[in-house]
């Protein structure tokens, strides 16, 4: 059973009276148990709805539709399906005390990775969930992969019961579903040979693995440092190599790429990013894969609708990492836009300076970065900051942080979306 968040007005749910708190209990007597049951079940022109409504009456509707018409109901939010591994370089590890509750879930959600790319070890799938995934073809999923080797992946997952990842894989292609593949490198578990066998091991799979990204493991001044390291210079350089192989069979056997490094990998490396064709139609984004390149197709792209601009000055808030690329971003955007882009690379106060990604700015670090800046226009962060409910990590709420700066303050996803609808006055 779900229950509606919310009606849409003039709607076929508005008509049926179905309302705030209405039970969603079952479609052609199929029971609901979350948003994929209704989108699926419901995707017919013609089918039986049987609801609760919030006083406790039981109502049965004959809906008949035409094709492609929304019901208009908003859902509650699914309830995310907890993860049953416990890698030490887990992200929940890494966070301070204090924080949201919701952080602190270890979420590992085959829906969730159909519906928004997010990746899961699929270590947690129960035959129902097996048999969903294959009725509802959800596909392509993003699944974390870490290794081929089941012994290695289950000590990278600490989860001794993992199920071996590409007989499971195997299950699921045989039913047409695809693949985004990553690995997290943990230098000495992962990198070197495994690797190499990993990628081989996917590749060889066959066209139902769509492509595999490499990234750099991640960690905050709270990560269990004792069991788990970052890569070094010289081990992401090794990791490329291992990489571009791979990438340079694919294209010569497949005429596509596959094998994809992360930003970060090659900013780790100290090495130059590869060319935008190299991504594939940057599939895995995202994931930090490609994200630069794809910032400077989308500018090139839009750029005679980035007009009008001239004079202003834009500061650019971003992690130390992406500090040291945005210069490739906002040096085109600048010739096109005519605008002057000052980048505020801002060291991460809550996590520590070693955490570098702009997703994980706390509210307060910001705030002081900005406060001063009366010579700004406007400024914009990364899309990224903040969540559903405009809510950065820290808790503080963008709007409060609007309200205590001195310039207009936008989150961007990749500056388009603010520089293109509007004409700067
Ligand atoms: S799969 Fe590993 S990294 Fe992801 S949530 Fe679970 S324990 Fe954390």
Redesign the pocket.
């Known amino acids: 059973m779900i229950k509606v968040a919310a009606v849409q007005p003039e709607t076929i749910a508005a008509e049926l009276g179905l309302r705030e708190g209405t039970a969603l209990v079952s479609v052609n007597g199929r029971e609901l148990d979350d948003f994929l049951d209704w989108e699926f079940l419901t995707a017919e022109e013609q089918f039986v709805l049987q609801v609760r409504q919030p006083d406790g009456e039981e109502i049965e509707f004959d809906i008949e539709r035409s094709l492609g018409e929304p019901m208009g109901v908003s859902l509650e939010p699914v309830r995310i399906r907890r ?1 049953a ?3 030490d ?4 590890d890494g966070l301070p005390d204090g924080l949201r509750d919701v952080l602190y879930i ?3 959600d085959y829906r969730l990775s159909f519906r928004y790319g997010n990746f899961a ?1 699929l270590t947690n799938l129960k035959p129902k969930d097996v048999a969903r995934i294959i009725e509802y073809r959800l596909s392509p999923l993003y699944v ?1 992969v870490h290794a081929t080797d089941p012994t290695i992946r289950r000590y990278l ?2 989860n001794p019961t993992a199920p071996d990842i590409l007989p499971q894989l195997r299950h699921f292609a045989d039913h047409g579903i695809g693949f985004h593949t990553q690995v997290v490198l943990s230098p000495g578990v992962n990198d070197g040979a495994v690797l190499r066998q990993t990628l081989e091991d996917l590749y060889r799979f066959g066209p139902s693995i769509l492509g595999c990204s490499v990234v750099p493991v991640g960690l905050t001044e709270f990560s269990k440092h004792h069991l788990v390291r970052e890569p070094t210079e010289a081990e992401c350089r090794a990791a490329i190599a291992v990489i571009e192989q791979r990438m340079g069979v694919a294209v010569r056997e497949r005429g596509i790429h596959w094998a994809f490094g992360a930003d970060e990998l090659y900013l780790r490396a100290g090495m130059e990013l590869p060319g935008p064709e190299s991504y594939d139609g940057f599939e895995q984004v995202e994931n930090g894969v490609g994200a630069v390149r794809w910032l400077q197709e989308r500018i090139a792209a839009e750029a005679t609708n980035l007009r009008g601009w001239e004079g202003r000055r834009i500061g650019v808030v971003t992690g130390t990492a992406m500090g040291r690329l945005m210069p490739m971003v906002l040096e085109p955007l600048a010739r096109i836009t005519g605008a002057g882009f000052d980048l505020i690379p801002v060291v991460n106060t809550l996590f520590g300076a070693s955490v570098t990604t702009a997703g994980l700015l706390p509210g307060a670090a910001i705030q002081k970065a900005l406060r001063g800046r009366h010579d700004l226009d406007l400024a914009f962060l990364p899309g990224e900051v903040i969540n559903d409910d405009d809510l950065l990590i820290d808790s503080m709420s963008l709007q409060l942080l609007a309200a205590s700066l001195p310039m207009e303050l936008h989150p961007s996803k990749d500056f388009i979306d603010i520089l293109h609808p509007r004409v700067a006055a």
Do not use: A, E, G, K
């Not at 370089?89 to 929940?92: N, R, T, Y």
């Open positions: 993860c591994n416990r890698c370089f887990c992200f929940v270890r979420d590992d070890t974390s997952l600490r």
